[in-house]
C-alpha cells in the first residue's frame, strides 16, 4: 500500500514545481498566474509548461507573471507582455496568424498533392501497354526463331 502511495507521488510531482513561497495569497490571482503558466512554455524543457517544470527560467517566468498580475495587468497582457520578450515560442497554443496559418496548412495540401502524385502513377501503370506494330512483331518473332 506504501509503494502504491509512492508511486502516486511521484505521478503528481509536476504539480510541485510551484514553491509554496511562489504563491500570492490572493487565490483569485493565483488561479490567473495558474492558468497563465499553464499556456505558457518552460523554454528550457520545451515540452512542459512553466506551471509544471522545475527549470530556474520556468521558475523566473512564473514569479514574472505574478509580478505583472500584482501590477493590475489583466491574463491577456501578461501573455502579450511574456510573448514580447520571449516570442511567439513561449506559448504552448501558438496564436493563429496569417503565418502559423500558413505553417498549419502546409501539411495537409503537402499530403493531398503527395495522394494526388501517387494516384495519377499507379493510374498509368495499371493501364495496358500499346500493342505491337506488325513490323515490332515479325521482328521478334525472328528473334525467337518462329
Known amino acids: 500500500m506504501i509503494r502504491l502511495i509512492l508511486c502516486l507521488m511521484l505521478l503528481a510531482s509536476p504539480v510541485w514545481a510551484v514553491e509554496p513561497n511562489e504563491m500570492m495569497n490572493d487565490p483569485v490571482l493565483e488561479q490567473r498566474a495558474r492558468d497563465i503558466s499553464a499556456g505558457l512554455r518552460c523554454p528550457v524543457c520545451q515540452n512542459e509548461s512553466i506551471d509544471e517544470s522545475n527549470a530556474t527560467l520556468s521558475r523566473d517566468l512564473r514569479l514574472l507573471v505574478r509580478e505583472r498580475l500584482l501590477e493590475g495587468d489583466s491574463n491577456g497582457e501578461v501573455v502579450d507582455y511574456v510573448t514580447q520578450r520571449y516570442g511567439e515560442f513561449v506559448l504552448l497554443k501558438p496564436r493563429t496568424t496569417g503565418s502559423t496559418l500558413i505553417l498549419w496548412a502546409t501539411a495537409p495540401v503537402l ?32 528473334l525467337i526463331g518462329k
Open 111 to 142: 499530403l493531398l498533392l503527395a495522394l494526388l502524385v501517387g494516384w495519377r502513377s499507379i493510374g498509368r501503370q495499371s493501364r495496358a501497354p500499346d500493342p505491337l506494330s506488325d513490323d515490332e512483331q515479325r521482328r521478334i518473332d525472328e
